[in-house]
């Protein structure tokens, strides 16, 4: 019989994330998602609960987070579940949590100190060119047909 484990969250982070490294040198990271949901019950009334999920995060994957996720951001997550269990040293009893490992996870929400909209240039501003972005700039940067050999009409760029 085949088996999947595959977990797929949206929530936000409750707490900024912090980064420890193994003593071979790999990021590991744990996380809390809180993730809500909203529903009516049979009389109409509107309610919401909230789950919250702990995320282990590992190497690659937990540095970006360590670099760019803060408490508050909503976060797509990838993963697949895991199960620990332990004995509890005060009352001997076996005890078990089950959490997910993330494999890929995505930020989502407008971007940290991007630019706001601005309103249309005057006349002045619209005869001065603009700088273009140099090659180092972020792909964001980067403007709309930039790296399109010269020479090629734009009416034959199928996008």
């Given at each position: ?6 977990v797929?969250?949206i929530?936000?982070v409750t707490?900024d994330?912090?980064?420890k ?5 790999t990021a590991v990271a ?10 009516k019950t049979d009389?109409g ?5 909230v ?23 909503p976060?797509y997550?990838?993963g ?6 332990w004995e509890?040293?005060?009352s001997?009893q076996?005890?078990?949590k089950?959490?997910?490992?993330a494999?890929?996870?995505q930020?989502?929400?407008?971007r ?6 601005t ?5 002045e501003a619209?005869e001065a ?7 180092g700039?972020?792909?964001?940067v980067r ?6 050999p ?10």
């Amino acid at each position: 019989m085949a088996n999947v484990n595959k977990v797929i969250l949206i929530g936000n982070v409750t707490r900024d994330v912090e980064v420890k490294t193994t003593p071979k040198g790999t990021a590991v990271a744990g996380i809390t998602l809180a993730v809500n949901r909203s529903y009516k019950t049979d009389s109409g009334e509107k309610r919401e609960e909230v789950t919250f999920v702990d995320v282990e995060l590992w190497g690659r994957v937990a540095e970006i987070a360590g670099e760019y996720v803060k408490k508050g951001n909503p976060l797509y997550v990838e993963g697949r579940l895991k199960q620990d269990s332990w004995e509890d040293k005060d009352s001997g009893q076996k005890r078990t949590k089950l959490k997910v490992v993330a494999e890929n996870i995505q930020l989502l929400g407008a971007r940290q100190g991007a630019a706001k909209a601005t309103p249309p240039p005057s006349s002045e501003a619209a005869e001065a060119t603009p700088e273009a972005p140099t090659a180092g700039s972020p792909s964001w940067v980067r403007g709309y047909g930039e790296g399109i050999p010269s020479g090629i009409p734009s009416d034959d760029i199928p996008f």
